[in-house]
């Protein structure tokens, strides 16, 4: 599938071979809404690590992670930042992960290219590795920085639906999730861990409900055995993966494969009332749901009565819905979407339900 921004093709839910920055600068600019980005550690590890039984630790040791100096990381890294803010959409933002050992660099090389810093969220391991030598604390933590591609960019952030996650409360910045182990740890034709730095699928998961849109655009650049495209497609959301390593693209592709996408009720997620699109009392008024001279009702029985420019005019008083409401309540607000009632057929009704129906039609 492909969804084309004048003659340039973009790739939807495929995986790309080759080096991340020159295929992120090959894609059409201004085309993606969201990055998620696991770049390479630069563990800098010394000498195999060991167990207390002397058996070796399947540590990150892959020539990936592998950098000569790091001024050589740092080079990389603004390069591939500067590709990847190309991609984005003016509005759109990024996810970053990493440890102590590089995301301090990371966080400077994002702030040096443009975007703005909108949190820094950890991820605090339910289940992390020993530290087997005894020498430093268990490190039981990596840190995500999300930003967006500038301080004026207009990023999702669907604040309902992660309080909805997390049982009514607003998500913090600390997520308690376990590594991946057991069922959801990949293995290769070995039986051998796929890759050493595979991510929980619930981590993306609270990272694609909480800043995209079913329909969104989700590109990683270091795609790996591909959690971010398996829960992007169980989202609804399109992906772009780059991924060098064959391996790794083989066990990622089968992986998806497997992957059924959520219907379509099932997609929808918790919406801020903020989110939701302002319909002015007036129009009510001009399309005839309410009418000059109609009474509405207080929740004490004063009556007001619309105007023709959708205002109203009490005994005393005149204004907005709001005015008139906070006036009679001897408030200094209120909001009169729920303060008012009219009457149908004997009945009171709110007429906040005349304002969900004009909603639901631009829905539609």
């Not at 070796?56 to 890294?77: C, H, L, P």
């Not at 997620?269 to 749901?289: C, D, I, N, W």
């Amino acid at each position: 599938m492909t969804k084309t921004k004048g003659a340039a093709a973009l790739p939807l839910n495929t995986i790309l071979d080759g080096d991340c920055i020159d295929v992120m600068n090959s894609l059409p600019e201004a085309s993606v809404d969201l990055i998620f980005a696991d770049p390479p550690y630069n563990l800098q590890l010394k000498g195999d690590l060991h167990r207390p039984d002397n058996s070796r630790v399947d540590a990150v040791d892959d020539a990936w992670d592998q950098f000569s100096s790091f001024a050589v990381y740092d080079t990389f890294t603004r390069e591939w930042l500067a590709a990847a803010r190309r991609l984005l959409k003016p509005d759109g933002a990024i996810w970053v992960i990493g440890s102590y050992h590089n995301i301090f660099r990371v966080g400077a090389a994002l702030q040096d290219a443009g975007f703005w810093i909108l949190n820094d969220v950890v991820w605090r391991k339910s289940n992390p590795m020993p530290n087997f030598r005894g020498k430093r604390f268990t490190n039981a933590h990596e840190t995500m920085i999300w930003a967006g591609k500038s301080e004026g960019s207009r990023y999702t952030f669907n604040y309902e639906a992660l309080k909805a996650l997390n049982e009514g409360i607003q998500m913090r910045s600390d997520w308690v999730l376990p590594i991946c182990n057991g069922h959801e740890r990949l293995k290769d034709d070995k039986g051998e861990k796929a890759h050493p730095t595979q991510k929980p699928e619930g981590l993306l998961h609270r990272v694609l409900v909480g800043s995209t849109n079913p329909g969104d655009v989700v590109l990683d650049p270091f795609f790996g055995t591909g959690t971010t495209g398996a829960v992007a497609k169980m989202l609804g959301r399109d992906f772009i993966g780059i991924e060098r390593e064959a391996a790794y693209r083989k066990v990622a592709e089968k992986r998806i494969a497997k992957v059924r996408k959520f219907d379509r009720e099932a997609l929808q997620v918790s919406t801020s009332k903020r989110a939701e699109p302002r319909v002015p009392f007036g129009q009510l008024v001009e399309r005839g749901m309410l009418r000059p001279g109609e009474e509405l009702y207080s929740p004490r029985g004063q009556i007001a009565k619309v105007r023709a420019d959708g205002t109203l005019i009490g005994n005393d008083v005149k204004g907005s819905i709001h005015q008139v409401g906070a006036h009679l309540e001897g408030a200094p607000s209120c909001n009169g979407w729920t303060y008012w009632t009219f009457k149908r057929e004997g009945e009171k009704v709110p007429i906040d339900v005349l304002r969900q129906q004009i909603r639901s039609e631009m829905a539609k």
